[in-house]
């Protein structure tokens, strides 16, 4: 009956120092999870004060004006019929520009025209199409080659 006694003594104390390691280990595991919130706060904070430094607000439409200057282009509106089509600027040196801000009234593909806008470097787009630039006005120089505005019915040759 010894032997028994002693197989239920141990057992038991066996039993008692394991879920005290559970206990501490719970702790530890709080300690980790309170360190990694701290960490994820941190890193939001980082995210946050970089956004400001960049001068972008939270809505990515929108990008502080004094980061551009003020262009004067000439060049060309064509139809692109990639991402579901959109509207692009193409100047006379061959750089492009997804233009926003446009009149749609000018928005017609072929049309030739001296453009003024600023830059915007820190716009994301999903033309993926040159540079953003926002249209402040707009003089049209040729539009004998231009088609309606709206979609155009473009032809292999019109590309």
């Keep these: ?17 394991l879920s005290g390691c559970s206990t501490e280990q719970a702790d530890k595991d709080e300690s980790m999870d309170s360190s ?5 706060q941190q890193e939001s904070t980082a995210v946050i004060n970089a956004t400001k430094d960049l001068k972008l607000s939270n809505n990515m439409q929108k990008t502080s004006q004094d980061t551009s200057e003020l262009l004067v282009l000439e060049g060309q509106i ?9 509207f692009g600027f193409i100047d006379e040196s061959g750089n492009k520009y997804t233009p926003i801000g446009m009149d749609k009234a000018n928005l017609r593909h072929g049309l030739v025209l001296q453009l003024t806008g600023m830059l915007l470097p820190n716009m994301i787009t999903t033309t993926q199409f040159g540079q953003v630039i926002k249209v402040e006005s707009v003089m049209i120089l040729d539009e004998s080659k231009a088609q309606e505005p709206g979609k155009p019915n473009l032809r292999d040759k019109d590309l």
């Design 1 to 17: 009956m010894s032997i028994s006694k002693l197989s239920i003594t141990s057992i038991l104390l066996l039993s008692a120092s």
């Design 78 to 86: 064509l139809y692109q019929q990639m991402e579901g089509g959109f």
């Design 36 to 40: 990694a919130s701290q960490t994820n």
